[in-house]
């Protein structure tokens, strides 16, 4: 028995291309997303932190990890930094001061551009 698989092994290599291809595109939306998270963390915490940790602002930074089929993005205060190890008692307040939630309304206001960027990238793919 003979069989002509020619079309099976194009559509394989289709794919194969894409889910590299998907996995680029992912990883881009990531990197744009975690940047915009980021420059608003570091808006809010401008606005919020006062006198009393003016170096904190700049301490907020970013790093993208690949992960299988895409990328995870780590966003806050790098410790390392001056005032960075700060970042607990501000974002989430202590006993004697309130909670700023700089971080957590600069994820709040890109989460729905997140979304679209993701559900736009998705519909693209030719295996849909």
Known sequence: MRAD???????????????????HEMTRVVTRGALQVKNGWRDNAQASSGKHAPHYPRAISYDVHPIPGGAHAEIGPDKGRTQGALGNLLEFGSVHNAPHNDGGRALAQEDPRFVAAVATLTLRMPWR
Do not use: G, K, N, P
């Open 5 to 23: 698989v020619r079309q099976l092994t194009r559509t394989a290599l289709v794919f194969q291309r894409s889910a590299a291809d998907a996995a």
